[in-house]
Nanobody, 124 residues
Framework: QVQLVESGGGLVQAGGSLRLSCAAS????????LGWFRQAPGKEREFVAA????????QLTDSVKGRFTMSRDNAKNMVYLQMSSLKSEDTAVYYC?????????????????WGQGTQVTVSS
C-alpha cells in the first residue's frame, strides 16, 4: 500500500519560511517523479514544483521561482519543499504526489499517488 505523508505546514508571517516534508512508503521511490501541488480555498489544485526520478533541475511554477526549492532524498524516501519569502497568496493546502509519467510533470493527471495534504497559512 502506497502512502505519502506530508508534514511541516503551519502558520507563518509573510516573509517567513517553512519546510514541508513528505515521507513515502510502499513504492520504489527512486523510480518516481515527485511533485508538490497546492489548493487554496475555492480554487483548483495547482502545480507548484516537480523533480524527476533521476534528479536534475526542479520544475517550478512562475509564482514561486526564486522563493521555493524542492529536493529529494532517495535513501530516506523523502521529498522536501523549502519555502521562503512567503506571501499571503501562498496560503493553501500543500500536497505531495508521485508518478511515473515522463512528461508534463505539472499536470495533476500524471501522478498516481497523493498525500493527504498539509495546511500552510501565511499571515500578512
Amino acid at each position: 500500500q502506497v502512502q505519502l505523508v506530508e508534514s511541516g505546514g503551519g502558520l507563518v508571517q509573510a516573509g517567513g519560511s517553512l519546510r514541508l516534508s513528505c515521507a513515502a512508503s510502499g513504492l520504489t521511490f527512486s523510480y518516481y517523479n515527485l511533485g508538490w501541488f497546492r489548493q487554496a480555498p475555492g480554487k483548483e489544485r495547482e502545480f507548484v514544483a516537480a523533480l524527476k526520478w533521476n534528479g536534475g533541475s526542479t520544475q517550478l511554477t512562475d509564482s514561486v521561482k526564486g522563493r521555493f526549492t524542492m529536493s529529494r532524498d532517495n535513501a530516506k524516501n523523502m521529498v522536501y519543499l523549502q519555502m521562503s519569502s512567503l506571501k499571503s497568496e501562498d496560503t493553501a493546502v500543500y500536497y505531495c504526489a508521485a508518478g511515473r509519467a515522463t512528461t508534463w510533470l505539472a499536470a495533476r493527471g500524471n501522478y498516481d499517488y497523493w498525500g493527504q495534504g498539509t495546511q500552510v497559512t501565511v499571515s500578512s
